[in-house]
């Protein structure tokens, strides 16, 4: 599987517009990490504000290719002071035992084009579960830009537990987007 | 028809919207001292979905306002106090629209979509920003105080009209 993937992107390799991106991290402004999830059946939109980003990227190996997500929870951009002040604590986040999410790759796939789909381990709360990104390459003003979204179910970390576990009035599927600005 | 009386529609809505922005105030007092817990969560979608249905209403009903001629005021009445009651009634229906539109605004810039009755999703009328969204709770809750206020001098104005003048005003708004 992984050398089928790899041949199909050595014969895209003509029209690709990617090279390799050297291990490096992002440009803040332009990248970001939202999420959305629902309360009582409404869309919440929130965001972390601090990540690191390090990315190895060869399209023409992607076996060598690799990416590392921090996550700084505590840098979370929520609905109100109160709500972030709640997410913080331990039935949430627990960010004073847990600040950060990791998300680490273990494998890439191609699907052709700029699209790529990343194999890795997403780490929060303590708890570590397979978990698989789809990746997009873009081009913009010269910058090249990764992103994707993928659902979560936070009962899976056990994100909002006790009276929060309740998905009636927030519920299990949150859409986490991110766009990544690579540094050239 | 008494040409002296507002028409059912007129009165139907001039109750119901008085009684649900009631329902509307102390629901909205209630829960902003509230902690957060999912209870807080489901007594705020509420009122959202009243003060939306407000809303509503006092759109059908300034179309109404709009499209009809209202009863002709007592005769008694200078022309002094003629136009504050006109004004005053003005600045109710204002303050009807913006209150809920106050909300709304507040609840996008929270980051959280009103969905009506969890099945109408209106737009966002503006993108996520905390700093907006607590000067929009401000405003939202500054506006609700004025209305208090002008609800007040509207309820002892139609006091004093049927106690003191006697010209039975009341009746206006009776079915
Ligand atoms: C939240 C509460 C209330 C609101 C927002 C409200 C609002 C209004 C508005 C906007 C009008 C003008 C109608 C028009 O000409 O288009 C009106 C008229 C009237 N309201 Fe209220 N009202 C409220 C409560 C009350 C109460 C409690 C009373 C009785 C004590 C009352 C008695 C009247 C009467 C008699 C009129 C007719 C005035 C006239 O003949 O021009 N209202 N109200
Ligand atoms: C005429 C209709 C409405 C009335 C009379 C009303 C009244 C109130 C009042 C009295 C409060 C408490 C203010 C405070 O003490 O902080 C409040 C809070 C609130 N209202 Fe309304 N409201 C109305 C419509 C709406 C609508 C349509 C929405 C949203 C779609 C909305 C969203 C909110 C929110 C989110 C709060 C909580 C503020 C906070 O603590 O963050 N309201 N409202």
Redesign the pocket.
């Given at each position: 599987m992984k050398n089928y993937g790899l041949g199909i992107a050595c014969v895209l390799w003509g029209a690709l517009t990617i090279s390799s991106v050297g291990a490096g991290g992002i440009i803040p402004d332009t990248s970001s990490l939202i999420f959305v999830g629902k309360q009582m059946g409404a869309p919440v939109e929130g965001r972390f504000k601090h990540f690191d980003v390090d990315i190895t990227f060869k399209p023409t190996n992607l076996a060598q290719s690799h990416a590392k997500i921090e996550v700084d929870l505590a840098s979370i951009d929520l609905a109100s002071d109160e709500s972030e002040t709640e997410i913080k604590r331990k039935s949430w986040f627990n960010v004073a035992v847990f600040p950060k999410a990791v998300f680490e790759s273990t494998a890439f796939h191609a699907l052709g084009g700029d699209r790529y789909e990343v194999a890795g381990r997403l780490s929060i709360k303590g708890i570590t579960r397979d978990m698989t990104v789809p990746l997009q390459f873009r081009t913009v003003a010269g910058i090249r830009v990764a992103e994707g979204s993928v659902v979560i179910r936070r009962s899976d970390f056990r994100i909002g537990e006790g009276v929060w576990a309740d998905p009636e009035s927030v519920a299990e599927e949150v859409q986490v987007r991110y766009k990544m600005a690579l540094k050239p | 028809m008494n040409q002296y009386k507002?028409d059912t529609t007129?009165i139907t809505l001039?109750w119901l919207?008085?009684l649900l922005?009631?329902i509307a105030f102390s629901v909205g007092h209630y829960m902003a001292d509230l902690d957060l817990s999912p209870w807080k969560l489901k007594v705020f979608a509420w009122h959202k979905w009243v003060g939306v249905t407000i809303f509503g209403l006092v759109l059908f009903?300034m179309m109404w306002?709009a499209t009809h001629v209202?009863?002709p005021?007592p005769a008694g009445m200078s022309e002094l106090m003629r136009k504050i009651?006109g004004l005053g009634?003005l600045g109710?229906?204002l303050l009807?629209l913006a209150i809920p539109l106050t909300g709304w605004l507040h609840s996008s810039a929270a980051g959280v979509t009103v969905v009506y009755f969890n099945v109408i999703t209106l737009p966002d009328l503006v993108q996520k920003n905390k700093e907006l969204s607590n000067l929009f709770k401000e405003v939202h809750e500054l506006l609700n105080w004025t209305?208090l206020g002008l609800?007040i001098l509207?309820?002892v104005a139609?006091?004093k009209?049927?106690f003191v003048d006697k010209d039975n005003?009341?009746n206006?708004?009776r079915w």
């Amino acid at each position: 599987m992984k050398n089928y993937g790899l041949g199909i992107a050595c014969v895209l390799w003509g029209a690709l517009t990617i090279s390799s991106v050297g291990a490096g991290g992002i440009i803040p402004d332009t990248s970001s990490l939202i999420f959305v999830g629902k309360q009582m059946g409404a869309p919440v939109e929130g965001r972390f504000k601090h990540f690191d980003v390090d990315i190895t990227f060869k399209p023409t190996n992607l076996a060598q290719s690799h990416a590392k997500i921090e996550v700084d929870l505590a840098s979370i951009d929520l609905a109100s002071d109160e709500s972030e002040t709640e997410i913080k604590r331990k039935s949430w986040f627990n960010v004073a035992v847990f600040p950060k999410a990791v998300f680490e790759s273990t494998a890439f796939h191609a699907l052709g084009g700029d699209r790529y789909e990343v194999a890795g381990r997403l780490s929060i709360k303590g708890i570590t579960r397979d978990m698989t990104v789809p990746l997009q390459f873009r081009t913009v003003a010269g910058i090249r830009v990764a992103e994707g979204s993928v659902v979560i179910r936070r009962s899976d970390f056990r994100i909002g537990e006790g009276v929060w576990a309740d998905p009636e009035s927030v519920a299990e599927e949150v859409q986490v987007r991110y766009k990544m600005a690579l540094k050239p | 028809m008494n040409q002296y009386k507002y028409d059912t529609t007129a009165i139907t809505l001039h109750w119901l919207v008085a009684l649900l922005i009631v329902i509307a105030f102390s629901v909205g007092h209630y829960m902003a001292d509230l902690d957060l817990s999912p209870w807080k969560l489901k007594v705020f979608a509420w009122h959202k979905w009243v003060g939306v249905t407000i809303f509503g209403l006092v759109l059908f009903r300034m179309m109404w306002r709009a499209t009809h001629v209202v009863p002709p005021l007592p005769a008694g009445m200078s022309e002094l106090m003629r136009k504050i009651s006109g004004l005053g009634h003005l600045g109710i229906y204002l303050l009807m629209l913006a209150i809920p539109l106050t909300g709304w605004l507040h609840s996008s810039a929270a980051g959280v979509t009103v969905v009506y009755f969890n099945v109408i999703t209106l737009p966002d009328l503006v993108q996520k920003n905390k700093e907006l969204s607590n000067l929009f709770k401000e405003v939202h809750e500054l506006l609700n105080w004025t209305l208090l206020g002008l609800v007040i001098l509207h309820v002892v104005a139609a006091l004093k009209h049927q106690f003191v003048d006697k010209d039975n005003l009341l009746n206006r708004m009776r079915w």
